[in-house]
């Protein structure tokens, strides 16, 4: 092995005069006839090209040190501390930035003036001889017994005194490298995801059968699964690749391919609105399992939450088959189809039984559904609750309930002091309904708000928005403590078709219907088969979503293995043009090969780290993330504009929007 000592003291040079002047372009240009002289950064460069091995890393280090012991650490410098001009103290901080090691140097060799001359944050390899640390007290000498004797110091790279870099700063998007630097939360947060990773790989895999991780491609081709994808021109004229938004028909290409149980930690590329703190690109933890059904998806997933849990975190791993609660229930009781259900505030329908009056000031539409859920007051105390709501409504937070063109909600604190408690506009016989129906007390506040009367269809109902948005700004204000621990539950059943909408126009068929999930997706039962050819709209699918707190974790569904039927649905049901269900042919051709039944889902793994760390936003769990609107990656600025080059070598030509 070629031996790597440690360059003299003696060699070492300042680097920053020359470097500055690299960057003006200045150092390599020569006068005709002089030869070149060997530029000041490359000389300090060489400098940092060897550099020792270190004996041992930090951990290992403060569990076995012994003094007199020769060491070699590796580290970044800490701010040093000048004592006198023979004495200076600085702190090392091993590479892994958790522990660190005070270095002495006393003015005794030559390491001293050059450790005066480094900067703080620079890199360096550290050469001494461990001694006991003299420390005030018994605590602090137990804390940290050692320290080094400084004998030699090398300059691995500096670090310039133009950046300025300090713990726990906030830098801008731009700056990604120096926060990651900083924020030793945002590095553990990326040191706990590669945790989690292992850890559903070890439940996965200790299946029976196991599941086998495989690679699908990234280079895919344009279909129209749902979402809007990312093309990839080529050189070839005219040809496209197009990025995956999953891996949904390679790993059902999979299943018909005798593949028993498929699972891989895979990237996907959206390029939808990024409004709810989504990513162009996360990543998913995605599986398939041939000869299953959704029951059998559901159980393995339980198995890998519940081995997170057991495994990471500090709070009981939920036990049990987990709750399930079908798409209509979860929309009728919380106004959501991934609710948070660990703060009550059970929502009722009650149309039927308010006064015409009361309906009519809180709506325009005839004949709505009118529905009521409640909010416990606090401290007995109906001014509180009124100061509470009013500045909610008063908020930028309520202004889209109260801008609401099917009405604001109507409000009712209930006190027992007013006459019928506040309820009056109720009336009589409503006031006692609604008294039976939620069991009010004193000072708690009852909230109403109409919608039009028609099937559940998407993700919410303005008075679930209302539920979950009111229930944030009681916690943010103080007025409701934050729900805690983790209530995991699927929601099942839901419908395989909903409306096509502009900003969801799903699979672009003309039946102005889109699927729910994915066109892959099998209707539940055998009758709902029958009514994909009567109607469509009432079929229920064998599709889940795993819920926990509000948050949705993931989804899947049972698949459509047979291709007759899938290709009926694609363009009978569906209704999409001939060429884009050319598209597809892959996929039916691999179905007509006798394909099993199968069944899968995907987790979103950005998030589920997220939801397991207690973070709002999936950003701090990602190192590279991009920003919330755009798209964009700040620190290497992507998207970044063609050139003309760039466009003729792909055949492309930009037009004027
Ligand atoms: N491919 C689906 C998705 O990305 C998940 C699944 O159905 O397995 O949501």
């Known amino acids: 092995m070629r031996s790597r000592s440690m360059p003299t003291v003696g060699s070492y040079v300042r680097i920053n005069s020359s470097r500055r002047a690299f960057h003006k372009g200045s150092c390599l240009r020569e006068q005709a006839g002089t030869p070149l002289a060997q530029p000041q950064f490359l000389e300090n460069y060489k400098q940092a090209v060897e550099f020792p091995p270190a004996t041992c890393d930090f951990q290992t280090f403060l569990s076995q040190a012994s003094p007199g012991q020769d060491v070699v650490l590796h ?39 050059q450790l005066r001359n480094l900067r703080p944050n620079s890199p360096v390899t550290v050469k001494g001889k461990v001694q006991a640390k003299k420390a005030k007290d018994a605590e602090m000498e137990k804390r940290d017994p050692w320290e080094i004797s400084l004998e030699e110091i090398q300059l691995l790279n500096d670090f310039p005194g133009d950046i300025w870099m300090a713990p726990d700063m906030v830098h801008p998007p731009k700056h990604r490298h120096l926060q990651l630097r900083t924020s030793s939360e945002l590095r553990e947060a990326l040191e706990f995801r590669a945790r989690v990773r292992n850890v559903c790989r070890e439940e996965l895999e200790q299946g029976r059968p196991p599941f086998v991780e495989i690679e699908t491609p990234l280079l895919f081709k344009s279909t129209p699964e749902g979402a809007r994808e990312f093309l990839v021109p080529t050189r070839k004229h005219g040809l496209a690749y197009a990025l995956p938004q999953s891996p949904q028909q390679y790993k059902q290409i999979l299943m018909a391919s005798g593949i028993p149980r498929y699972y891989q930690f895979a990237r996907c590329f959206r390029d939808e609105d990024l409004r709810a703190d989504r990513q162009p690109e996360f990543t998913q933890l995605d599986l398939e399992m041939s000869f299953a059904t959704g029951e059998d998806v559901m159980r393995v997933v339980e198995g890998v939450i519940r081995r997170l849990w057991s495994t990471l975190m500090d709070t009981e791993a939920p036990s049990g088959p987990f709750r399930r609660l079908s798409y209509q229930d979860a929309m009728s009781r919380y106004g959501s189809d991934k609710p948070d259900t660990r703060y009550g505030m059970e929502i009722h329908r009650v149309e039927h039984l308010l006064p015409v009056d009361l309906i009519h000031k809180i709506t325009p539409l005839t004949n709505p559904i009118v529905e009521i859920f409640k909010i416990e007051g606090n401290d007995n105390d109906p001014a509180a609750t009124s100061e509470f709501i009013t500045r909610f409504l008063d908020s930028p ?13 109507g409000i009712f604190v209930y006190d027992a002091k007013k006459p019928l408690c506040g309820l009056q506009p109720f009336g009589f016989q409503a006031a006692e309904y609604v008294e039976d129906l939620l069991e009010p007390d004193h000072s708690d506040l009852l909230v109403i708000q109409a919608r039009e009367a028609a099937p559940f269809s998407g993700g919410s109902t303005p008075i679930g928005d209302l539920r979950r948005a009111l229930h944030t700004a009681a916690v943010e204000s103080g007025f409701k403590p934050a729900a805690t621990g983790f209530d995991f539950l699927w929601i099942v059943d839901f419908p395989l078709f909903s409306p096509s909408s502009d900003s969801e126009p799903g699979q672009g068929g003309a039946a102005g219907l889109s699927s729910t999930h994915h066109p892959f997706t099998a209707p539940k039962s055998a009758a709902d088969v029958d009514l994909l050819l009567t109607d469509p709209t009432k079929v229920v699918a064998d599709h889940y979503d795993l819920v926990v707190n509000g ?49 899968g889902l995907a987790l979103g793994f950005d998030r589920l780290v997220a939801v397991m760390l207690g973070k709002d936003s999936v950003r701090d769990v990602i190192a590279f993330p991009k920003t919330g609107k755009l798209g964009e990656d700040p620190m290497v600025k992507a998207p970044s504009p063609m050139t003309q080059e760039a466009l003729g070598t792909y055949h492309l030509r930009l037009v004027d929007e």
Do not use: W
Request: aromatic share 6%.
């Open 75 to 113: 580290g970044y410098l800490g701010v040093r501390s000048d004592l006198s001009k023979k004495l200076s103290f600085v702190r090392l901080q091993d590479p892994t930035m958790k522990h660190t090691i005070q270095i002495v140097s006393t003015g005794r060799n030559a390491s001293f003036e």
């Open 551 to 599: 948050v949705e974790l993931g989804g899947g569904s049972r698949r459509i293995h047979d291709a007759a039927v899938q290709e009926f649905v694609l363009r009978d049901v569906l209704q999409m043009p001939a060429e884009r269900l050319t598209d597809f042919s892959h996929l039916l051709d691999a179905l007509r090969a006798g394909c099993p039944p199968h069944a």
């Open 397 to 409: 937070a309520g202004a889209p309930f109260n801008e609401n063109p099917e009405g604001g909600p």
